[in-house]
């Protein structure tokens, strides 16, 4: 299996900042990555396809870079509706895995 | 607009059978993939199985933690995907979330874009 893993677990920012997280896999993936935002006791909203193209409806800010085993998703200028969890998956080959989220908190 | 309504969740014993439901509209059902995904309370996600459209088969694919155990089946006349559980385990405590998987007609891959807003399943004697 694909293992995906995350950096940071978590983080803490302000409202403006810019905000990277980190998404590497164990072997190479091209760019069959995915981005997921999940605010608490609600589903997930998917974010991102194909490492970088935005899903419909997403806002700019939020983009998405990478290839192969190194991923990164950008949050431009964090906003109060920003702070959720993050996840990152990959639809490489079965199973599909999902990395174990990265929580961004309000500092 | 589309929207993906899942059901049958609850309480049920360890070694017993629930059947879950996920009602879709908004678009033509048939014509895509759909999944499940679910997320233990507390814990991150995990991808349980998918089901592809009948032009490309109708085939399935599993999890190892499930595989044996759960079935995804559809029926696209009524626009529900279902995931049968069997022989649960408290280890299959979570929230079960069902997602539209898109074809990528380049990569032969899909993704997901459309979440349902989950149903709990909570197995414990």
């Known amino acids: 299996d694909i293992q995906m893993t995350q950096s940071p677990s978590s983080l803490s920012a302000s409202v403006g900042d810019r905000v990277t997280i980190t998404c590497r896999a164990s072997?190479?993936?091209?760019?069959?990555l995915a981005w997921f935002q999940q605010k608490p006791g609600k589903a997930p909203k998917s974010l991102i396809y194909?490492?970088?193209s935005l899903q419909s409806g997403v806002p700019s800010k939020f983009s998405g870079s990478g290839s192969g085993t190194d991923f990164t998703l950008t949050i431009s200028s964090l906003q109060p509706e920003d702070f959720a969890t993050y996840y990152c998956?990959?639809?490489?080959?079965?199973?599909?895995?999902f990395g174990q989220g990265t929580k961004v908190e309000i500092k | 607009e589309v929207q993906l309504v899942e059901s049958g969740g609850g309480l049920v014993q360890p070694g017993r059978s629930l059947r879950l439901s996920c009602t879709a509209s908004g678009f033509t059902f048939g014509d895509y993939a759909m999944s499940w995904v679910r997320q233990a309370p507390g814990k991150g996600l995990e991808w349980v199985g998918f089901i592809r459209s009948k032009a490309y088969g109708g085939t399935t694919e599993y999890a190892a933690s499930v595989k044996g155990r759960f079935t995804i089946s559809r029926d696209d006349s009524k626009s529900i995907a279902y995931l049968q559980m069997n022989s649960l385990k408290t280890e299959d405590t979570a929230v079960y979330y069902c997602?539209?998987?898109?074809?990528?007609?380049?990569?032969?891959?899909?993704?997901?874009?459309?979440w349902g807003q989950g149903t709990l399943v909570t197995v414990s004697s």
């Open positions: 194909a490492a970088s």
């Open positions: 998956q990959q639809y490489n080959s079965y199973p599909w895995t």
């Open positions: 072997q190479g993936i091209s760019n069959y």
């Open positions: 997602t539209r998987a898109l074809y990528y007609y380049a990569n032969g891959n899909y993704y997901f874009d459309y």
